[in-house]
């Protein structure tokens, strides 16, 4: 299962930005959809994710200026951030879990990463 990550670039402190990401290949079903990030120096970390009963987690770092929505027809998450900091400022990379068809029609499990959006937020 590919994804293709849409959105990212650079924005000033308080601005907004848009981060899309599509799941494309023979799907079966999809549990997690989410983005995490990583800063320069920084592991990669859980920004936001959500699960298949539409549950959602965030960090608590972007808590309340963040938002992780998901367009189940079309297997895309997208991540609506708005107020951004300086320290928002990393790599932003979608990640999808779940089922997909593989040889035969048999179902086996995947989990993908995208190639990654910067993100920068100048102060």
């Known amino acids: 299962v590919q994804l293709v990550e849409s959105g990212g670039g650079l924005v000033q402190t308080g601005g907004s930005l848009r981060l899309s990401c599509v799941a494309l290949?023979?799907?079966?079903?999809?549990?997690?959809m989410g983005w995490y990030r990583q800063a320069p120096g920084k592991q990669r970390e859980l920004v936001a994710r959500?699960?298949?009963?539409?549950?959602?987690e965030y960090a608590d770092s972007v808590k309340g200026r963040f938002t992780i929505s998901r367009d189940y027809a079309e297997n895309t998450v997208t991540l609506q951030m708005n107020s951004l900091k300086p320290e928002d400022t990393g790599v932003y990379y979608c990640?999808?879990?779940?089922?997909?068809?593989?040889?035969?029609?048999?179902?086996?499990?995947?989990?993908?990463w995208g190639q990654g959006t910067q993100v920068t937020v100048s102060s």
């Open positions: 990640n999808v879990g779940g089922g997909y068809y593989g040889d035969y029609g048999v179902v086996a499990d995947f989990a993908s």
């Open positions: 290949g023979s799907i079966f079903s999809i549990n997690t």
């Open positions: 959500i699960i298949s009963d539409g549950s959602k």
